[in-house]
């Protein structure tokens, strides 16, 4: 560049041209037989006539012409026919015998008025394509590998995007990659010749690769605050915010003298002018310090997939153990996350506003399954995010792998470095970086259409109130993601081995496996497993419980009331309420009522609930009918099966102060129907969701499992004292609080 730059000119322009056509025309030329006509339109007549010249020589033995109508200038007559000549060798000779194939090119000033004699029924219409498209492709793979990465980057920048930069059109991309390859790709040329992209030149544009394609994001800003604005050349200026007065007075005088209508204009003068060189982008200095997001380390990225175990028994899969899979179909995984650790922390990253993680194939690049990730502002340097909805996606089987990008607010991308906070290349060739960038994961094996039953992988495992709580928000979701409502039945559950970490004090926990979704976990508190535990073991035991609490700490539960009423309503209801419990228990896992899918418990319920109903309308006709002892007894044996399952709470606080309150166990009629009643209007709601728009769902799953809740279920318990308690709240959906009323 000190030499300055050699601006191209149309032969240039027409050279790469002719090298893209010739040889796809003359092959077709050898394709074709005698009496076979072509025509080929809509390129400019210069390059008609050079392309139809070389073909002359390439193919001999075919007729290469080109249409004239007399007046249009720089077609030579050696070329040139009329079109009753173009008739003349369209048509066989006199003795039948057909004429060599025939290519005639059709300027566009005379095609309309010659139409008639080379329609598509006689000519074949050959398309070239998008011939200045295939041209800056051909000059990009020519640029020199250390450039070519983030030349393709700028390029991709100023033609994708909310609004694609209007002059960086194919002509004009290709016309500033061959004024770089005529300067010996000089990277400073490259630098000047993007006026051709209607950019203001700046010969240090590629001094940083990792940061040119954001440093010629701020040029396009600024031409577009130059060109589309209705203030004076020098108010423009002014909008640019550049921190010098003197320059921003050089700037404002050559632009009122250049004029602004069209930046391709005035942005050539600055390169081909010498003196105007001060006036370069790269001698810009803004009032913000041109800052420009700082660039971002992105690695560890790993997925949850399913891998394939030693001992699988499908071929197909035998020949993928050891590798991470998706099949879709059959025993896949309906989603799976992605985790990545970044550095520095996002939020000190300047400009930086998502991660972008995308799907690519191994063989096609990006499938079209996105994800967004927001920064966030916790010290983690570390997050994962989930890709759901995975049928959507027009799978095709072989290697994939996802790959996370650092974006700006405005979907520019962010420079990244390696781990040794060396610069990435934006687009790296074969050679450039290892096998696996750090910003993309391992490949898995994407499987469309093969039925494998493979348990999926957990990292995080989520917690539910229930196992009933836990099917029904998988079934939502199957709901959200457009997959068929299935009953997600648990196949499993079961108490979680304890572990010394990782664990609250007092906490115990259940696990759900449910096939193809994964493990859920539920957590219980252990004292309040350890007296339902004695509830369910024995259906005959005390009607009720006390535990004594003192600074905190709970004590053992002891039972009160052994003795149940004498009738045979009460056997009818022991039976029913036995069978319940052993559905509750689950065998010798030693379930509580937390690991029940109240679906399939249903019947037992309703058994339960309507013996226990039964029971109180025999012991209330006792009451009533009976003489005034067998009357009294009538009216404890109610007492007594009213508050049903209640574990009275005894609280001493450090001050030896004494305070009671009373739980309701969850296995108490009245709140296993309510349970019961709750899951089957959970599938009514499913149900009718399968035709409501789709915001719905959303609210919908978090009224029924957060907002809908047992309330005063059962209303009130009557005590031995003869006070009676009312509902003060729930612990959580399964036990109650109640407590003496205020009056």
């Known amino acids: 560049m000190s030499q300055g730059l050699r601006d191209i000119q149309t032969y240039d322009v027409a050279t790469e041209l002719e090298r893209i056509l010739v040889p796809r025309l003359a092959e077709r030329l050898h394709h074709r037989g005698p009496g076979h006509c072509m025509r080929v339109t809509d390129l400019e007549v210069d390059l008609m006539v050079r392309v139809c010249g070389r073909l002359r020589a390439e193919v001999p033995g075919a007729n290469v012409v080109v249409l004239s109508n007399g007046t249009t200038p720089g077609i ?17 000779l006199a003795d039948g015998t057909l004429r060599p194939p025939l290519l005639v090119f059709v300027p566009n000033d005379v095609r309309a008025a010659a139409e008639d004699s080379f329609g598509i029924a006689t000519f074949e219409d050959v398309q070239v394509g998008n011939v200045y498209h295939d041209l800056r492709e051909q000059l990009l793979r020519e640029v020199p590998a250390s450039l070519r990465g983030v030349l393709g980057a700028c390029l991709q920048r100023l033609e994708t995007g909310e609004t694609p930069w209007p002059f960086a059109d194919p002509v004009a991309m290709g016309r500033f990659l061959l004024t770089g390859k005529l300067n010996d790709h000089d990277p400073a040329a490259y630098g000047a010749a993007i006026y051709e992209l209607g950019l203001i030149p700046d010969f240090e544009l590629l001094q940083d690769p990792a940061r040119a394609p954001q440093r010629l994001v701020r040029n396009r800003d600024s031409v577009a605050t130059l060109t589309w604005s209705s203030k004076s050349e020098r108010g423009r200026v002014l909008d640019l915010h550049l921190r010098q007065r003197a320059f921003r007075q050089q700037l404002g005088n050559f632009l009122s003298e250049a004029g602004l209508e069209d930046p391709r204009v005035w942005t050539r003068r600055i ?21 420009e997001p700082d660039a971002i380390y992105i690695g560890a990225v790993t997925t949850d997939l399913p891998t394939v175990p030693d001992d699988v028994e499908d071929d197909k899969l035998g020949q993928l153990v050891g590798q991470q899979i998706l099949p879709l179909k059959g025993g896949g995984p309906q989603k799976f996350s992605v985790r990545f650790r970044v550095d520095p922390q996002p939020s000190r990253v300047q400009g930086l506003a998502k991660f ?27 997050t994962s995010v989930s890709f759901t909805k995975l049928n959507k996606v027009a799978w095709e089987e072989g290697w994939h792998y996802v790959r996370v990008l650092a974006q700006s607010a405005d979907g520019n991308l962010v420079p990244l470095v390696d781990e040794a906070g060396q610069p990435l290349p934006w687009a790296p060739e074969e050679n450039d970086l290892p096998a696996i960038p750090p910003n993309t994961s391992d490949l898995f094996y994407v499987l469309p259409e093969d039925d494998v039953d493979i348990e999926p992988i957990q990292r995080a495992i989520p917690r539910e109130s229930s196992v009933s709580h836990a099917a029904l928000r998988l079934q939502f979701t199957a709901l959200q993601e457009g997959r068929a409502l299935e009953a997600m039945a648990p196949t499993t559950v079961k108490w979680a081995e304890r572990r010394p970490r990782g664990r609250v004090v007092g906490t115990d926990m259940l696990e759900a496996q449910f096939p193809r979704e994964g493990t859920y976990q539920v957590p219980i508190s252990h004292a309040l497993k350890l007296v339902e ?41 022991l039976t029913a309420r036995r069978q319940y419990f052993d559905v509750v228990r689950g065998g010798i896992k030693e379930l509580i009522t937390q690991g029940v899918d109240f679906r399939s418990a249903r019947d037992a319920i309703m058994a339960y609930a309507s013996a226990y109903l039964s029971l109180l309308q025999e012991l209330g006709h006792r009451v009533e009918v009976s003489d005034t002892f067998e009357a009294q007894l009538a009216f404890a044996d109610l007492r007594h099966m009213l508050a049903l399952d209640s574990v009275f709470l005894t609280v001493t606080d450090h001050r030896e102060r004494r305070r009671e309150a009373t739980l309701i166990a969850p296995t108490h009629p009245l709140r296993a129907l309510w349970l019961a009643t709750w899951a089957a209007l959970g599938q009514t709601w499913l149900a009718e969701l399968h035709t409501a728009p789709k915001e719905f769902v959303g609210p919908t799953r978090e009224a029924l499992l957060r907002q809908l809740a047992p309330v005063a279920f059962p209303p009130v318990l009557p005590t031995e004292t003869g006070h009676i308690l009312i509902a003060v709240d729930n612990l959580n959906p399964f036990w109650a609080l109640y407590a003496p009323s205020p009056g």
């Not at 194939?361 to 079209?368: A, L, W, Y």
């Open 356 to 382: 972008v993680l995308q799907v690519c194939s191994q063989e096609r690049g990006p499938v079209g399954l996105v994800r967004n990730k927001s920064v966030w502002k916790t010290a983690s340097q570390q």
């Open 271 to 291: 390169v081909l002018d010498r003196s105007l060189w001060p006036l370069a982008f790269h001698r810009w200095e803004f009032e913000d310090g041109g800052q």
């Open 533 to 573: 535990h004695k509830i369910l073991a024995d259906a005959n035991g005390p009607l009720y419980w006390r535990i004594p609490l003192a600074l905190g700490v709970a004590g053992p539960s002891t039972g009160e009331v052994t003795q149940w009423p004498q009738t045979p309503a009460t056997q009818s209801f």
């Open 76 to 92: 030579p007559v050696q070329v040139a026919v009329t079109s009753t000549k173009l008739v003349e060798l369209r048509n066989p």
